[in-house]
């Protein structure tokens, strides 16, 4: 079963505006991840953010992660077109791998 | 470094035919896995490898087997392909055996259709 829910599934928004996506998981992690996916391409790393961790950035990136409401969120600032992509988080609890979400599907807008 | 490399790009089965598709990395990873994508769906995990020698179940493996004789390798075998089969399927590794805990380093994958 999918641990991790990505909210919106879609979202459309303007080149240079803030895009931002969610996404709630059900049991305790030891990580979140959050990956992108270009059309018809594999996924791409973004950041990795630990269980002790609030905050993270990378570049326009800044992931948040919220333990005890079990949610975490990605915002892409100034967006650009080449960041038109399907977002998925993923979550790391057990030695079985990453359970991944369903996504977002980001398109920006010229 | 090639990175993890995918072998076919596209497929096109009948049902009952067998196939593997193979899954290559040159970063010397200890963690292999392999994931399918289907609409709507996100990924799940099929099988996964924390070293040679070592294979485990993930998520859906059923209808899948999986071997891992070498580090740099980890083919998936289609027995008797089904058209529920029909996919997208991704493989993966990370540096060591802790998958969970690490960045995943995908393929570009394999596109699956049986008919």
């Known amino acids: 079963s999918q641990q991790g829910e990505e909210d919106p599934q879609a979202l459309s928004i303007q080149e240079g505006e803030n895009a931002t996506m969610n996404c709630s998981y059900k049991?305790?992690?030891?990580?979140l991840q959050w990956y992108r996916q270009n059309s018809g391409r594999g996924l791409v790393h973004l950041i990795l953010?630990?269980?002790?961790?609030r905050e993270k950035h990378s570049g326009r990136l800044r992931v948040t992660l919220d333990t005890s409401k079990k949610s975490s969120s990605l915002l892409i600032t100034a967006s650009r077109a080449a960041d038109t992509a399907s977002y998925f988080c993923?979550?790391?609890?057990?030695?079985?791998?990453?359970?991944f979400g369903k996504g977002t599907h980001l398109i920006i807008q010229p | 470094n090639a990175g993890v490399t995918q072998t076919p790009k596209f497929q096109v089965l009948k049902t009952g035919q067998s196939m593997t598709l193979q899954c290559a990395q040159d970063?010397?990873?200890?963690?292999m896995s392999w994931y399918r994508q289907d609409p709507g769906m996100g990924l799940r995990l099929i099988h996964y490898?924390?070293?040679?020698?070592?294979?485990d179940q993930g998520e859906v493996p059923n209808g899948y087997n999986v071997s891992r004789s070498t580090t740099e390798d980890f083919p998936l075998r289609l027995l008797s392909a089904a058209p529920s089969q029909t996919s997208v399927y991704f493989c993966?590794?990370?540096?060591?055996?802790?998958?969970?805990?690490?960045?995943?380093?995908f393929g570009p994958g394999t596109r699956l259709l049986v008919l």
């Open positions: 049991t305790s992690i030891n990580n």
């Open positions: 993923a979550t790391g609890a057990s030695a079985d791998g990453l359970t």
């Open positions: 970063m010397n990873h200890e963690y």
């Open positions: 490898s924390v070293g040679a020698g070592i294979t």
């Open positions: 993966a590794s990370s540096i060591s055996g802790r998958g969970y805990q690490e960045t995943q380093y």
């Open positions: 953010i630990r269980s002790n961790e």
